[in-house]
């Protein structure tokens, strides 16, 4: 432009340089924005316990699996029950026949006489019968069957109950139960002497209200009357000893008494909560316990939890007492014993004038 006299030249601006390459977003929030927030970092911490917790969840139960098989394969098996021509068909509910014997395998000559077993005797013989029915629904009947019992044993006659186990072991003994009560036996569990006495140790004794003073030489003990605590050799003599006024009566209560002090240690949370209570228990138990060859761990743990409720504990009707060529025998009343068996066989409550509440 031409010059002029007291004029100014135009304002010049300078223009940024661009060398065709692209620059990287400015840093920094711009004027009058807030501070963007930092990207929200992992929960590793909750992660890692989540893992851990996972973690010993499935060695827990890599561990009980193992328990329950360990225990399984301890348990004695034999073929306690055997089919026959006739046999009773399948009656309502589960039953086991549980049987206490007097075996002494595993005894030292030490423990022998520590436990007042007396010794060897010759064959096998059964102290405790008891028949335990589970209904469909309802309570578990737990019957005492009285060893001297006056029954029908196949292939000898009329006999006492618990000769049949000595003259044919566990089948032949089911099979007489069987044909007696007219109810099919599903399980059998068979605990001797040793066993007897080592369960009730492993669980540190058991309390027992004894309702009356028992002092029996032959049994080892001496317990006066009242609620105490009985060690292995005392709770054996308890439920073995005879010397009480009504002799056999008196120990099918005892014993019935005895096993459910028993169950309600071995299922206490105390015992259940602690593993080196329940271990020692459960392996002891398993290791003590013959039963048949189709009988299982989970069966014996299905047969304790009927047995930690509401049960009605009774015995079969007696009818009374009788010499015969076998000794003294016992009587089932009749007809009452076959209402009585009729209705655990059809699923029923027994009838209220039989059940001996």
Same mark, same amino acid.
């Given at each position: 432009?031409?010059? %002029?006299?007291?004029?100014?030249?135009? &304002?010049?601006?300078? @223009?940024?340089?661009?060398?065709?390459?692209?620059?990287?977003?400015?840093?920094?929030?711009?004027?009058?924005?807030?501070?963007? +927030?930092?990207?929200?970092?992992?929960?590793? %911490?909750?992660?890692?316990? *989540?893992?851990?917790?996972?973690?010993?969840?499935?060695?827990?139960?890599?561990?009980?699996?193992?328990?329950?098989?360990?225990?399984?394969?301890?348990? &004695?098996? =034999?073929?306690?029950?055997?089919?026959?021509?006739?046999?009773?068909?399948?009656?309502?509910?589960?039953?086991?026949?549980? @049987?206490?014997?007097?075996?002494?395998?595993?005894?030292?000559?030490?423990?022998?006489?520590? $436990? +007042?077993?007396?010794?060897?005797?010759?064959?096998?013989? &059964?102290?405790?019968?008891?028949?335990?029915? =589970?209904?469909?629904?309802?309570?578990? &009947?737990?019957?005492?069957?009285?060893?001297?019992?006056? @029954?029908?044993?196949?292939?000898?006659?009329?006999?006492?109950?618990?000769?049949?186990?000595?003259?044919? *072991?566990?089948? /032949?003994?089911?099979?007489?139960?069987?044909?007696?009560?007219? /109810?099919?036996?599903?399980?059998?569990?068979? =605990?001797?002497?040793?066993?007897?006495?080592?369960?009730?140790?492993? #669980?540190?004794?058991?309390?027992?209200? @004894?309702?009356?003073?028992?002092?029996?030489?032959?049994? *080892?003990?001496?317990?006066?009357?009242?609620?105490?605590?009985?060690?292995?050799?005392?709770?054996?003599?308890?439920?073995?000893?005879?010397?009480?006024?009504?002799?056999?009566?008196?120990?099918?209560?005892?014993?019935?008494?005895? $096993?459910? +002090?028993?169950?309600?240690?071995?299922?206490?949370?105390?015992?259940?909560? !602690?593993?080196?209570?329940?271990?020692?228990? +459960?392996? !002891?138990?398993?290791?003590?316990?013959?039963?048949?060859?189709?009988?299982?761990?989970?069966?014996?743990?299905?047969?304790?939890?009927? #047995?930690?409720?509401?049960?009605?504990?009774?015995?079969?009707?007696?009818?009374?007492?009788?010499?015969?060529?076998?000794?003294?025998?016992? #009587?089932?009343?009749?007809?009452?014993?076959?209402?009585?068996?009729?209705? #655990?066989?059809? *699923?029923?409550?027994?009838?209220?004038?039989?059940?001996?509440?």
């Amino acid at each position: 432009m031409p010059y %002029r006299e007291g004029g100014h030249a135009p &304002t010049q601006r300078p @223009v940024p340089f661009h060398d065709g390459r692209r620059r990287p977003p400015p840093t920094g929030n711009p004027p009058g924005r807030r501070p963007a +927030a930092p990207p929200p970092r992992r929960p590793r %911490r909750k992660r890692h316990i *989540g893992r851990w917790f996972l973690a010993i969840l499935l060695a827990l139960l890599a561990l009980l699996v193992y328990g329950f098989v360990k225990l399984d394969g301890s348990l &004695t098996r =034999i073929d306690a029950l055997t089919d026959y021509e006739d046999r009773v068909g399948n009656t309502a509910g589960t039953n086991w026949l549980l @049987v206490g014997s007097d075996s002494r395998a595993g005894l030292s000559e030490e423990e022998t006489s520590g $436990l +007042a077993t007396g010794g060897e005797v010759g064959d096998p013989r &059964t102290d405790t019968i008891i028949l335990v029915h =589970i209904p469909p629904s309802g309570r578990t &009947t737990l019957v005492s069957l009285p060893r001297d019992s006056y @029954v029908s044993i196949p292939g000898y006659g009329q006999d006492k109950l618990n000769a049949a186990f000595a003259f044919g *072991g566990a089948p /032949l003994l089911t099979q007489t139960v069987e044909v007696a009560t007219g /109810l099919r036996i599903d399980h059998y569990a068979e =605990i001797g002497f040793a066993g007897f006495a080592g369960v009730v140790d492993a #669980l540190g004794g058991i309390d027992i209200c @004894v309702p009356q003073a028992i002092d029996d030489p032959l049994a *080892g003990i001496d317990l006066p009357a009242g609620c105490q605590e009985l060690k292995g050799p005392q709770a054996l003599g308890f439920v073995r000893s005879r010397a009480t006024a009504l002799a056999d009566i008196d120990r099918m209560n005892n014993q019935r008494l005895f $096993l459910s +002090a028993l169950l309600e240690k071995a299922t206490s949370p105390a015992t259940l909560a !602690n593993p080196f209570a329940l271990w020692p228990m +459960a392996t !002891n138990v398993a290791g003590s316990l013959t039963v048949d060859k189709g009988d299982h761990i989970w069966d014996l743990a299905r047969l304790a939890w009927a #047995l930690r409720g509401d049960t009605l504990a009774t015995t079969v009707p007696v009818g009374g007492f009788t010499d015969t060529d076998s000794g003294n025998v016992l #009587l089932w009343a009749d007809p009452d014993a076959g209402r009585f068996f009729e209705a #655990l066989a059809d *699923g029923d409550p027994i009838p209220a004038d039989l059940a001996g509440e």
